[in-house]
Nanobody, 115 residues
Framework: QVQLVESGGGLVQAGGSLRLSCAAS????????MGWYRQAPGNERELVAV???????NYADSVKGRFTISRDNAKNTAYLQMNSLKPEDTAVYYC?????????WGQGTQVTVSS
């Protein structure tokens, strides 16, 4: 079974930084896509950033210039570096991969940004 284990969430003041990690139980070298979504209370889950085949990266407009997605193939781990955090970034962040045509999700990690 494919498992994704997230870590790195927490409470931070506005303007601060956090780095989220997502460790996969399978090789991520040749996956179709790997990335991050988030969901705030009362809102739908939304795309934050995704890395697709060929290393094409897409970011939500709201995080461009502040967030950076990356991965370490040797560790089967993806990262989301979040800088200049804003209160509106507060949400549960979910790692996901598309692997052989199926979607897999992490357990979610809470990010809270205080004013």
């Amino acid at each position: 079974q494919v498992q994704l284990v997230e870590s790195g969430g927490g409470l931070v003041q506005a303007g601060g930084s956090l780095r989220l990690s997502c460790a996969a139980s399978v090789s991520i070298f040749s996956i179709n896509a790997m990335g991050w979504y988030r969901q705030a209370p009362g809102n739908e889950r939304e795309l934050v950033a995704v890395m697709r085949s060929g290393s094409v990266i897409n970011y939500a407009d709201s995080v461009k210039g502040r967030f950076t997605i990356s991965r370490d193939n040797a560790k089967n781990t993806a990262y989301l570096q979040m800088n200049s955090l804003k209160p509106e970034d507060t949400a549960v962040y979910y790692c996901y991969i598309r692997f052989y045509g199926n979607d897999y999700w992490g357990q979610g990690t809470q990010v809270t940004v205080s004013s």
